[in-house]
Structures are given as C-alpha cells and as structure tokens.
C-alpha cells in the first residue's frame, strides 16, 4: 500500500477468538497491539518487509491453516503517519492438491531467548552479540531463512552446530542494510540433525561512523517495536524431515551466469565494477519524485529497469552526447532494479532504486 508509511506487515492465523474479542473492545478499525497479534497461539503465515517482494513455498510444500481460522493481519506504522490512507493488499495463493508437505515459519532464534546477555547497545559503541537454540528436538529439512534487525545492525550471522561438532552454514550478511529484508530461500534444504544448537550473531553500530544512524545523535538502544529500537530475530521456514530431502531442489535459478547464455541484463550479475570507465549517478535515492541519471563517459549505450520479479519494465538507449537521462513518470511506489550496458557488457551488479510516490 503506502509504502511511505508502512513498516513492515505480518499475517497470521488463529483458531481462537480471542483477536476478535480484542478488535471488539477496540473502538478503532483493528486493535493496538506491539510485539505479536496479542494472542500465543497464533502462528506466522508469513510477511513483508522493506525490500522484499512475494514469497513462495517450494514444490510441494504450503502452510497449513486449520479450518475455522481466523487471519490476523499486523501493520505497523512509524510515528507523524497519522491522517495518511493505507491500502495495503495480501494475495494468498492455495494448493490445487491435498498431498502437501506442511511448513512452518518459526522464530527459532530471537532476542527474548538464549542470548548471551540482553540486547543493548549504550550510545557511542558498537556491540556484538551471539544467541542459541538447543537441542535441535528433531531432524529437520530448512528451507528458508529470514534474519530482521533495524537500522543500527552492521552485520548477522546464523549457523547450527551438530553433536559431532559439524558447522552447518545457514546465512552470513557481513554488511545489513535495513532496506533490503527478505525471506532467503535456499537453492538445496540445509538438513540439521537431531541435537543440533543453531547460533545466531549480530553486530550493531550505535556510532556517528554508522550511515544508518537514527538520529544525528547516538542514543541508548534496547530492544524494541520502533525502527529506532533494535531486534536481532532469525526466522526458519522448515519442514519435519523426510528421507530423500537431500535430494530436493529448491531454486534452479542460475544467479550468476554468462553474458552469452542469457539474452537480457536484468538477471545478471557480472565481475565488471563501475570504475571500468563507466561513470554516472542516479539520484535521488529514495526519491518522492523525479529521477535523474547523470552520464560522465560516453561509455554507456543502454540502461534497463525491473521490478523486484526480475521482469523487464523500461529500457532507454543513450546515445553520444547524452549526458542527463529522466525516468518515467508512470513508474509507481516500489523497488526497482537497473542495470548499465557499456559496449556490449554489462557494468557492475543490479543496483536498487526505492521509488515513494
């Protein structure tokens, strides 16, 4: 909807009543509620955050909602929204077959357990922190991962430990950017055994060194729902396991290819850097209007546009002499991914552009 305004969105599903009791005693549409949808039982269908885009279950696979249940979606809007209109939509998509695998979305690591000491980052330091789970009470195949922090966050990190001291990788993210969340899906299930110990780390920057900073000021950081507090959660989509989950393939994307084997450049990421002779600036970014890019080489023959989907939405071809390229006016709130041709190869990796109309 209002991407101005809207933090984050959350969906749930219960089976008791007890959301809608609370919207009833709430004289407002919804209800007020920080820190989950006011009731234990419910479980996360799934989300969005800044930077990510539509999710998908693998093959096979799909969240289960009980018969009955009631959907609990949670919105959570920053402070000085107030008068402003949100119409944000969720699309759910449902299984045309009875013979599916059922997920669920946990927060297997978060800040309210297993953490080394409680998470707080006093102004003027920069802080790390480490968080267990253990024992791992099953064998289980993970699909997925979606690690959430704000805007001090510099880097988090997340892995599982077997019994016979094995490390199993899950993600590492050495450089956080609060813009660009998602729900990571794995190309092959990472398969954790029973007794493991998943680790999370987190490194927060509360210094004026952190571009990031709330404020001009440090200040004391705690845990907490506003963008200026802090939280250090690690999602896991997983499944109980099954032999032969091995053997499954998640993503069969190929993420880094030849120019040769694709025909557009919006799926590419090559080895070549922006200093290879190709200079320009695309600002602003974000932007709540009109879009520049600015050419300094003649260089640069062709520069394209996609949505977070990877499809193709505009392209314009420049030409000797260009030196001031304007984006359309049609494009709407969103992301946005570009990419710069300079005589036949394609320059750097896709950049992001965070439209706000």
């Known amino acids: ?39 234990n039982s419910a479980s996360m269908i799934g989300g969005w955050v800044p930077g990510s885009s539509a999710s998908f279950a693998p093959e096979g696979m799909g969240i289960f909602l009980p018969k009955g249940a009631n959907l609990i979606v949670q919105l959570h809007y920053p402070e000085g929204s107030a008068g402003q209109v949100d119409s944000t939509l969720i699309n759910l998509k449902f299984s045309e077959s009875d013979d599916v695998r059922s997920i669920l979305n946990l927060p297997a690591l978060n800040h309210f357990m297993g953490m080394d000491r409680p998470l707080f980052i006093p102004a003027n330091t920069r802080q790390s922190f480490k968080q267990t789970f253990s024992p791992v009470p099953l064998k289980v195949t993970v699909t997925g ?21 094995d490390t ?28 493991a110990t998943l680790h999370g780390e987190a490194t927060y920057n509360n ?10 000021i440090p200040q004391d950081v705690s845990v907490g729902e506003a963008t200026t507090d802090e939280m250090m959660i690690f999602f896991l989509s997983l499944s109980v396991y099954q032999s032969g989950d091995e053997n499954m393939i998640i993503d069969t994307t190929s993420h880094k290819v030849h120019l040769d084997d694709c025909s557009t450049a919006l799926n590419v990421t090559t080895d070549i850097s ?9 600002g602003p970014n974000p932007s709540h209007g009109r879009i520049y890019i600015d050419l300094m080489t003649d260089n640069v023959t062709r520069i ?7 499809t ?5 071809e420049v030409h000797p002499g260009m030196n001031s390229i304007a984006l359309p006016t049609t494009f709407g709130s969103g992301v946005y991914f570009y990419s710069l041709a300079q005589r ?4 750097g990796e896709r950049k992001k552009l965070i439209l706000i109309r």
């Not at 991962?145 to 001291?165: D, N, R, V």
Request: proline share 9%; net charge negative; hydrophobic share 40%.
């Open 168 to 195: 199993i990788p899950l993600i590492d993210i050495p450089h956080w950017d609060f813009e660009w969340q998602g729900f990571y899906q794995f190309k092959e299930p990472v398969i954790i055994p029973f007794g």
């Open 312 to 316: 193709p939405i505009w392209s314009t």
């Open 274 to 282: 922006e200093s290879d002779g190709a200079h320009f600036s695309l």
């Open 145 to 165: 991962i979606a690690p959430h922090a704000h805007l001090i966050c510099e880097s988090m990190k997340a892995y599982a430990t077997t019994l016979q001291g």
């Open 304 to 310: 394209e546009f996609s949505d977070v989907m990877g």
């Open 207 to 216: 210094t004026v060194s952190n571009p990031h900073l709330p404020g001009d």
């Open 344 to 347: 036949e190869k394609y320059v």
């Open 1 to 39: 909807g209002n991407r101005s305004i809207v933090h984050h969105v959350l969906l749930f599903q219960d089976t008791t009543n007890i959301p809608i009791e609370l919207d009833l005693a709430d004289p407002e549409p919804g209800y007020t509620c920080f820190g989950g949808v006011g009731v």
